[in-house]
Structure formats: structure tokens, C-alpha cells
């Protein structure tokens, strides 16, 4: 690029359109008569104190200075196309319910009902539900755990190529990037293999934002030329939560289709706190992206250089990467394997809370995952370290034994979407066995799904359910907490 074309394309992202239009609106002091019913905060004393004036303000519905997201022509329009720009898309979407929306809209734009889409079984339940919604049919792949640390990490190529072969007219692939956890899988190879297969290239960027603005994070769903990716913008680069982006790449699916699949399922009342927040953090990873995001990878690596002095405590990172399916890390988030203290995840997140007012992102039953981001500093990370030194000095260490290994994956006898419109009843986990089962019974750890709605319960799956619980892992997705029941399809 010329001196005098970079020269452009900052001073096009030196600014927010929408952010901008929003704050002159407020200026003009508009009498409204238009909803929401609080008209700038004047109808809701206890609401406006709590939020303060410039909230209020802006907390407005959409009108010809401000724009449309439904059919945006205007301020939101310049402000998505800045957005693409910037994360090298052809089209960007504004999402005000989170990365879960961006998921569907990937889904069910690309998929037909009886397509075929090849997921990892540790897929995001967004996923499971696009599923349902798409009345796709899913390949879930073989996602590989970790042993030392009894977590589960990422898909291989191999394990993805065997189910193209195993079901070779799939439509899309599915792939996460990087997983909460912070592993990535050689996703330029995924997307070449998809490629050979005639399939589109879905990315779950939830936690992948950040990535964009450094070289040595794992590379990225645009970059690497995947068709479409769901953003978190809120979890890692600086917006209002809730707010996300929709990158579209794509010769296989239309940006009309994307537009209309958007508006089929979001609010007319989009947000405009959400949305200007988008547009702000756009402007400041165009302006400072690469310096702030060089500074949390510093951050990061500091941290876990210090941690892994405490004895007692691994925080894992590039290591893993060797002869694995993780092709690269996330070093921005801060994992630790905390067992060999003798005490759980769980455990050591309430500590951290309770003695020394530090609240980590994730607990697991080995694992705590601390977030490092733009807006932390040495300062707070050093008080994360001093308060893991003090717990860990107080522990007594232990070896850690893992959970057994999990059984096959359970054969899928109807599609998601059967499942969810089926006639159900709950019956005894005890009594399941041969059912099919409507309900996903989730564990952490390892993060992956024992068995998925429409799948058929074996006495395997059974006696695993009983070993998690055993081992107090924590277990999620059914009606019944405690897992004692579980609905399967039948009257
Ligand atoms: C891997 C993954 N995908 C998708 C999502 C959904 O993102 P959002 O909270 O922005 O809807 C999450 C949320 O935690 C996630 O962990």
C-alpha cells in the first residue's frame, strides 16, 4: 500500500461515524416522541441517577441521523464498512445479542434443512442450537484431551479430514477459533480441505477478536480466508457486552442472505449503546490495536512466566502446541492447572474471590483461566500472582489423578431439530439405557458434550455420567441439575 493510501485508510478509521452522529443527536436536545418510553431518561428519576444523563441520552430508537440496522444507508452503514475494512471482510455486521446471534446467522444462512455440517463435539451450545434452528445434520469430530491436564483441547486436521471422508457431501465446516481456553487448530489446512471438499468455512471467533491485531496469536478466520466468522468484540476487544460482529467473506453465501437471516431474528430495537460501543472500539484497534494488544501479550507472558515459578501451579501455553492438534495458543489467556494443590478449580476461583477479591473468567475442575486484556495492568496482575503465591504456599500438594477416558461418541439416530420437536418424557438416568436421549449432558471437565439430543444412550455413556459425578465435575444442559433424570424422546 502507497504512503498516501495508509494515509486514507487512517484517517477514514480515525473516526466513528455512528459514535459521533449519536453524540450530536444528544447535542441537539430533539423533543422526543418516540419510544423508549423513558424520552432521554425524564420519565425514570432512580433509572437516570443509576446510569447517569449520557446514557439515558443516548438510549434512543432509530431515525434518519442515527441510522437503521435493520436496513442501514447511513451513519451505521459507514461505521460496518470501516469495520470490514478493518478486519479485512468483504461485509461486517453489527450483532446486539452477542456472538450466540452471529452463530445462527452463520448457520442458517448457509445450511438447508439435511445439510450436513462437520462441528466439534466441544462446539459452543449456540452451535447445538443452530442445529435445531438450521435442521441441519451434524458430523461432530473427535475433539483431542489433554491428559496431563484432563482437558479438552482442539480438533486435528486428521480428525477432520476422516469426516469429510466419512460424509462426503457436507456443506460447511465449523470451527473454533480459538477455543475458550485458548487453543487453535491449523485452521489455513481446515480451510484448504474444506476447500477440496466443496464446503464453507464457518468460525467461531468468540474469543478471537484481539487476534486480528497481532502476528504471533493464532492466525485469524479472514486472514486465513474462511467464509464467515462470529465475533465477540465484547469479550476481547473492548465494546459493551452483548455487542459482536458478522464477518462475511464468501463466493457461497450472499450478504443479502446474511441480511435477511439477521433480520428474521434480532430485535427491530437495536441498541445504540451497543452499537456506538461497537463503533468505538472499532476506532481504537484501528488507532492503537497493535501497540495495546502487544502490551496484553506482554502482560500475559509475564504472568505465566511467574506463575510457573510457584510451585504447585502449571499455567500452560505454546508447549502443548508439539505434536498435538493445538497448531497455536492464545497466550492471552491465562490458564492454570491448579490440582496438583490439592484443591479444585472451583475451589481455588472461590478463594481468589473470597480472600482476596479477585474474580478469575473460568473454573473448571482442574483449571482456572484468568483473561488478560486491554484493560488490565501490571498492577493487577501482580496481585493475581501474590494472591496465587499465598494460596499455594498454604496447600498441600497432591498428584493429580484424572477422570477415565470418555467412551465413543454415541451414534446419532435423529437430527437435532427431530429431537427438540419430539414428544419427550424424563426417565431415570439409570433406566436410559437404548433411549435417545433429548438433551445434552454437558461436563466441565473436559468442556465436551457426553451425549448430544438425538443420540442413543449406551450403558457406557451411563456409567461415565456416574464417574463425573463422582469426581464432582460439574455437569450442565439437563432439566435435572443433578443429572439423576434425563429426557429422551418417547410419550
Ligand atoms: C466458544 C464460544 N462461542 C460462542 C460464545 C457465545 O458468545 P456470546 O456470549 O458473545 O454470545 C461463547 C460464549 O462464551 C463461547 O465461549
Not at 453489527?94 to 442458517?108: V, W
Not at 498441600?396 to 489423578?401: A, G, P
Request: aromatic fraction near 6%; glycine fraction near 6%; proline fraction near 4%.
Amino acid at each position: 500500500m502507497s504512503q498516501n493510501a495508509k494515509q486514507t485508510a487512517a484517517d477514514r478509521q480515525n473516526r466513528a461515524p455512528l459514535a459521533e452522529a449519536l453524540l450530536q443527536h444528544i447535542r441537539e436536545d430533539v423533543t422526543p416522541f418516540h419510544v423508549p418510553a423513558h424520552k432521554h431518561g425524564k420519565g425514570t428519576d432512580e433509572l437516570t441517577r443509576y446510569f447517569g444523563q449520557q446514557v439515558m441520552s443516548m438510549d434512543i430508537n432509530s431515525m434518519s441521523d442515527v441510522d437503521d440496522l435493520a436496513n442501514p444507508n447511513a451513519v451505521i452503514d459507514e461505521a460496518q464498512r470501516l469495520t470490514a475494512e478493518l478486519f479485512g471482510a468483504q461485509y461486517a455486521h453489527f450483532l446486539i445479542n452477542g456472538t450466540t446471534s452471529g452463530i445462527h446467522a452463520m448457520m442458517i444462512s448457509r445450511l438447508r434443512p439435511g445439510d450436513r455440517i462437520i462441528l466439534p463435539r466441544n462446539a459452543h451450545k449456540s452451535a447445538f442450537s443452530g442445529l435445531v434452528a438450521s435442521g441441519a445434520v451434524p458430523v461432530y469430530a473427535r475433539v483431542e484431551d489433554n491428559t496431563d491436564f484432563g482437558i479438552a483441547t482442539t480438533v486435528s486436521v486428521d480428525s477432520i479430514s476422516s469426516c469429510f471422508e466419512r460424509a462426503p457431501q457436507t456443506a460447511a465446516l465449523f470451527i473454533i477459533n480459538p477455543t475458550y481456553y485458548g487453543f487453535a487448530s491449523d485452521l489455513q489446512r481446515l480451510i484448504a480441505l474444506a476447500r477440496e471438499w466443496d464446503a464453507s468455512v464457518l468460525v467461531d471467533e468468540a474469543h478471537g477478536g484481539h487476534m486480528y491485531f497481532h502476528d504471533e496469536l493464532p492466525v485469524t478466520a479472514m486472514q486465513s480466508g474462511a467464509d464467515m466468522s462470529a465475533v465477540s468484540m465484547h469479550k476481547t476487544c473492548g465494546s459493551l457486552t452483548q455487542s459482536s460482529l458478522l464477518l462475511l467473506n464468501s463466493k457461497a453465501i450472499s450478504n443479502e442472505k446474511v441480511i435477511n437471516t439477521l433480520n428474521m431474528f434480532r430485535s427491530t430495537s437495536a441498541s445504540y449503546l451497543l452499537m456506538a460501543s461497537l463503533d468505538l472500539a472499532r476506532k481504537q484497534l484501528a488507532m492503537e490495536g497493535r501497540e495495546r494488544i502487544k502490551a496484553v501479550v506482554e502482560l500475559a507472558r509475564y504472568a505465566r512466566e511467574k506463575i510457573n515459578q510457584i510451585e504447585g501451579l502449571h499455567a500452560f501455553g505454546q508447549e502443548l502446541t508439539s505434536n498435538s492438534a493445538i497448531h497455536s495458543f492464545d497466550e492471552t489467556k491465562l490458564s492454570i492447572f491448579v490440582r496438583k494443590l490439592g484443591a479444585t478449580g472451583f475451589e481455588i476461583e472461590r478463594r481468589l474471590r473470597q480472600e482476596y477479591n479477585i474474580q478469575v473468567e473460568l473454573a473448571d475442575l482442574n483449571v482456572i483461566m484468568a483473561m488478560i486484556t486491554i484493560g488490565d495492568t501490571q498492577a493487577d496482575v501482580d496481585r493475581l500472582i501474590a494472591a496465587l503465591e499465598k494460596i499455594a504456599s498454604r496447600s498441600r500438594k497432591q498428584n493429580f489423578t484424572r477422570v477415565s477416558q470418555m467412551p465413543d461418541m454415541p451414534d446419532l439416530i435423529v437430527i437435532p431439530r427431530d429431537a427438540f420437536y419430539s414428544h419427550q418424557k424424563s426417565v431415570a438416568l439409570e433406566d436410559s439405557v437404548n433411549e435417545i436421549s433429548g438433551e445434552m449432558v454437558m461436563s466441565y471437565p473436559p468442556g465436551i458434550p457426553v451425549i448430544c439430543p438425538g443420540e442413543r444412550i449406551t450403558r457406557d455413556i451411563i456409567d461415565y455420567i456416574n464417574i463425573l459425578k463422582e469426581h464432582n465435575c460439574h455437569l450442565q444442559g439437563t432439566a435435572d441439575p443433578f443429572v439423576n433424570n434425563i429426557r429422551v424422546l418417547g410419550f
